[in-house]
């Protein structure tokens, strides 16, 4: 059989010039394999199938490493002159979409931004460039009794600028809401090369200490875009009091990179000083529902989450712990923690957890502590310092993270909706994970995204097995299942609610809007005016519309027509 | 083709348009310093579909059309700049629906304040209100335009309120944000796609859309202490303001000079129903002043749903605390006033006795932006300053300041009081001390009127965006075409 070869796109060498010209010749590349690095992201399943299919388009042309907004504007520039496709990367933790396309592209690569320029004490805000992460901030700012409210699932991992066009969920919703609610400013180099500063900042003469630009909010079509608007370069972060100490109590380091190795003490370490972390266990769904709706309404704690079937792979050092301990129940399915920190005074403390523990006796619920499963206080202990600063990105023992479901709306309707959701979706095409059936379809991970408890986010996500095509595929149906299942039933905007690049959903999904996908597609005419950045992601641009391919339309809309939906014509 | 009075009574029914005199007067201006402007007729709707078919006509006809709720934007956005249709939905009223198990209202725009606060507070609950809004100003456009509530200082309480919405776009289609987004059932501000987009349409004086519905949340009326610290200056306030909201004590917090709260204490006074107002005897108002520290920060320390008690006791306990590290007096009333907190707890839901500055001189011209506390103290000096040496009396200078997610900002409100017959000397006075608030770093978020080329002229990235978004979405220029940095 002839061995099929899989030969990646090059740049027309004028082009490839253009761009040495402006960062020099030891931050670019097209060496293949640097490019080969950058082939595949972090929540990408079409990068994984593409890879088994030796497809070449999700490999870049070349990487260019620019080191100042100036020199990422130029790259644009050199983009749009020669009209070739570009796409931002940070860290590669994107869902979905490389360069999806089968032109040759240019994966412009910011890790060399990547500094904290600025903690203001009185803006209380932090000016940071694009790769810039968690740790940085925190660390930073704690020292000046600040931090940014929250982080997500993988601290150093995850970067702020680009966490900023996507989702943004954190542990501490609750309080201080998504990141999108925690942003002062952007620099943007836009998909066309122009500078948009939002916020404040914008306007000469005026400091960045407020988020809402002069008139009609233009931040607000950025955040979400998943690039398609162009390049955030700087991003200046909300700080809220942090009352912790200037530092953070750190487990001990020096774990060794053997994948079966499973000593936890590098992942336990206490909660912060004034920050108290409880764990508390329900008999069935209802009463942790009922717990969750009254703990929102107390207003009170920084966070409020339900982790489900989520601490099996979380708190375990290795895949087979992962799977023990789902399959003995190991933690409780029925769950729930709060995050409560004493910024007012440590009285605040005491008020706050007489108050859970009010509602816990309402309830039925019962708290996990030395008492009282010891054993699962223990292993939980992860989440102590991770409640604030999470450095589990290695501690994911699950198999790869390919897409997710993510429901908003009132707590119960949302919990209700995602399990009926999820399990539509693996009684359809069936389970790619161990945590998938008797876990995410009983249990989703739930966070209270409101200090009223009035909307949550629940999460559903998809873990298949890479090295097999057909649990890829299995997983991307999962999901676009669970979106289109959320649209016919009338239910939020699914998936797409944080921003989440979920093309061709958003094209072929009229009912969202309706018809976002006519405005959002105007919206990126104006930010990227030929149709360059970040292409096939969030929003298609005009030309990648209408080369959508039929075959792949056909399969949406034998999707939609599953779900009760007419089929759509381009 | 021109539009005519008939083709709009086709859609919202015979009697429901004016063209007549009085009404074309009475929309015409506000108590801003905006140049009148006459429309061309008022259609009163009382659906969204009317909405929509006016929309759709007037692209056909490419007529303006200047959506209207209450009229108290006070800022001219009402004002139809470039004649045409004013759509008045004063009549659409309706308070659609009272979650109570998920603390959220549906409302339409012509709620007002006054109406829906009536409501919720027999129900035991209370909408977020603004410091000085008209109590029949709409709820909806006032939200909409980023009017800061009182709660503002806190970050969980008093920002982000606004759920999820409907609005007809400028070509007459009906868009959804939030839950909404899908056409089911509403209850939460995410989606669709950006989880934040309703934010394009705010401070938009209606350029890129009409808001139709809103889901606004709503809470529990709380216990409350009021606290009241004199201060001699703004620049002692600094210290304290920042410390008590580092800590996150109180809900509620606010500035005010002994003008405004002397206005506020007045009972001599009343809220005036109509802006401008009549002036009135400054008699007992000169004799409140004069009774009065110069400055007042006031804090509001809540209780929450749960151990209400015990919330405001250790709140007020940090209080102490801080008040005493910087040596400042903390009191539980003003002295020398009587009824000073019972006012200020009835000013947490209905806080509308401000607006009785109006009877001092009739006409207000207020200078609204926003600053980083520690330019707080320089710019009101500036204001002061540039005033006096205009020749305008400078005692007679209202301010109110508010702390903004924890003092991360203060929003300010800086009042020159004018006679009908000063309107012109002191309209071209706040002109140049807007220009110099500006110079100093002074943020006019909300560029109105005369401040619009002055700020935009200072944004130009930020402009041509915003003007390539309007040509993007309302290519025909018929929504309240030259508002903002849309003058073309």
Known sequence: MEKKKCIPNRLPPEVYKALENIVGPEYISQDRAVVEC???????????????????????????????????????????????????????????????????????????????????????????????????????????????????????????????????????????????????????????????????????????????????????????????????????????????GKSLPEPPAGRPSIPTYADPKHDTGPAPDRYRLLWIEFPDFESELAALRKIGQACIGQGLNATGVYNAYYCSQTQDMTLERVENKFFPPYNCYVIIGGVTSEKQIAYE?????????????????????????????????????????????????????????????????????????????????????????????????????????????????????????????????????????????????????????????????????????????????????????????????????????????????????????? | MALQKSDIEAIVGAGNVADDDATIAAFSSDQSAVAPRRPDMVAYVQSVEQIQNIVKLANETLTPVTPYSSGLNLHGAAIAGQGGIIINMSRMNKILALDEDNWYVIIEPGVTYEQLQNHLVSKGYRIMVPFGVPPGRSVLTSYLERDPVMAAPSFEHGNFLIMDTELVLPNGALFKTGNWTSGGEPGAPAGPIRNSLFRMWTAAQGTLGIMTKMGLQIEPIPQR???????????????????????????????????NLAAMLNDEWTVPADFPAAPASTERFTALRSLLPPWVLIVSVNGLPRRSAEKIAYEEEALRQVCDEANIELLETIPNISGAAQLFESEMLRPWSILKKFNFKGHVRDLTFKCPVNKVDELIEIASKTSCDGGYNCTHIGVYVLPLERARALHCEIDLHCLMSEAATVNSLWLKVSEALMNAGAYFDRPYGAWAPMVYGRAAGYSDMLRNLKKETDPNNIMNPGKLCFTN
């Open chain 2, 225 to 259: 202490k009021v606290f009241f610290i004199p201060l001699h200056n703004v620049a002692c306030a600094v210290k304290p303001l920042k410390q008590i909201q580092y800590r996150e004590i109180g809900t509620e917090c606010l500035l005010l000079n002994n003008f």
């Open chain 1, 38 to 244: 950058y082939s595949k992201f972090c929540v990408d399943s079409t990068g994984a199938l593409k890879k088994h299919a030796k497809d070449p388009s999700n490999i870049p042309a070349c990487i260019i490493l620019p080191g100042s907004t100036e020199e990422v504007q130029a790259i644009v520039h050199v983009c749009n002159r020669y009209k070739t496709k570009f796409i931002p990367f940070t860290n590669g933790m994107i869902t979905f979409n490389g360069p999806a396309t089968n032109e040759p592209t240019v994966c412009i690569h910011v890790s060399r931004m990547n500094r904290v320029l600025d903690v203001d004490e009185t803006t209380m805000s932090a000016r940071l460039e694009a790769f810039a992460d968690y740790a940085q901030v925190q660390a930073d700012a704690m020292k000046k009794g600040l931090w940014n409210g929250g982080s997500p699932l993988a601290t150093t991992l995850s970067k702020l600028s680009s966490q900023s066009a996507f989702a943004g969920v954190w542990q501490t919703d609750h309080k201080y809401g998504t990141l999108g609610r925690n942003i002062v400013s952007i620099k943007l180099v836009t998909a066309g090369g122009d500078i948009l500063v939002t916020g404040s900042d914008t306007v000469a003469g005026v400091d960045d200490f407020w988020e809402y630009g002069p008139g009609p909010d233009l931040f607000s079509l950025v955040r979400g875009s998943g690039g398609t608007t162009g390049i955030v370069t700087e991003i200046v972060v909300k700080l809220h009091a942090w009352p912790g």
């Open chain 1, 353 to 570: 957890e007489a108050v859970v523990r009010d509602i816990i006796a309402e309830t039925g619920g019962t708290f996990l502590n030395d008492a009282h499963k010891a054993d699962v206080i223990e292993a939980l202990a992860p989440w102590n310092l991770d409640c604030i600063r999470h450095v589990t990105g290695f501690r994911m023992n699950r198999h790869s993270y390919c897409g997710s479901n993510i429901l908003g709306g009132p707590v119960d309707t949302v919990a209700r909706k995602t399990r009926q959701v999820w399990s539509k979706a693996i009684e359809t095409f069936g389970e790619t994970y161990v945590t998938d059936r008797g876990g995410m379809d009983d249990t989703p991970f739930l966070y209270s995204s409101n200090h009223g408890g009035r909307f949550w986010l629940t999460e559903a996500d998809v873990y298949p097995d890479q090295t097999k095509p057909e649990l890829l595929q299995k997983g991307q149906a999962l999901v676009v299942c669970g979106i289109i299942n959320t649209i016919a039933d009338k239910y939020g905007p699914g998936a797409n609610g944080l921003g989440v690049s979920i093309e061709p959903v958003t094209s072929f999904m009229p009912e969202v809007g309706p018809n976002a996908h006519l405005l959002f597609r105007g919206i990126r005419d104006i930010f990227d005016p030929n149709g360059l950045c970040a292409p096939g992601r969030q929003i298609f641009s005009k030309q990648e519309y209408e080369q959508f391919p039929e075959q792949a339309l056909a399969g949406l809309n034998k999707m939609r027509q599953m779900h009760g939906l007419d089929p759509v014509e381009r």
